[in-house]
């Protein structure tokens, strides 16, 4: 796991940036709801179908986060290896039968957090991939997953870091 300061040339599509319209981040179940949602510029053009679906459109921003503090997770692994998790077990929370990020509480010590397009697909169906990562996740006693992660995600949750907004144009 790693903690940036930067995130440069990162994307959303559909709207034109407004802070006005920014509302907070609130877990829910299966994918936390407000913060603004992006893309890394190495996804724009991904054969990801449902990428494709939230890359397609022309309008949108592209900006940059800059004198922030980002956790990024790159794989999914770092969740259960990482000291940032371990000594942060309420960055973690229990949600019906299993367990996910506590992305409020994560809001609090972080401005935005990159999920890699690995720990995305992992998260979406951790049980799915057990075979394929380094954990027994049965004698872990907690799988962490958020169903429905289709794609890296990048989420902001302190609007007040993003900088160097370009609008994109209509087509």
């Known amino acids: 796991m790693e903690i940036l300061e930067e995130a440069k040339n990162l994307y959303t599509f559909g709207f034109k940036f407004d802070i006005n319209l920014f509302n907070p981040i609130r877990n829910s179940f299966p994918k936390p709801e407000g913060g ?17 679906l ?11 986060l800059l004198d922030a503090k980002i956790l990024v997770i790159e794989f999914y692994e770092d969740l259960y290896t990482d000291d940032l998790f371990f000594d942060h077990e ?11 990020l506590d992305f409020e509480r994560i809001s609090k010590d972080f401005d935005a957090i990159i999920i890699s397009n690995y720990a995305a697909e992992v998260l979406s169906d951790p049980l799915d991939f057990e075979d394929e990562i380094d954990l027994d996740l049965e004698e872990e006693g907690m799988v962490i997953e958020i169903p ?3 794609f890296g995600s990048v989420i902001v949750f302190n609007p007040e870091k993003i900088r160097n907004i370009r609008e994109l144009e209509d087509n």
């Not at 939230?54 to 940059?64: E, L, N, R």
Request: proline share 0%; with cysteine.
């Open 36 to 52: 603004l949602w992006a893309i890394e510029e190495e996804n724009v053009n991904s054969n990801n179908v449902f990428l494709r």
């Open 54 to 64: 939230f890359a397609d459109g022309k309008t949108g921003f592209k900006f940059d």
């Open 90 to 100: 309420d960055y973690i929370r229990e949600e019906s039968i299993s367990y996910t």
């Open 148 to 150: 429905c992660l289709d």
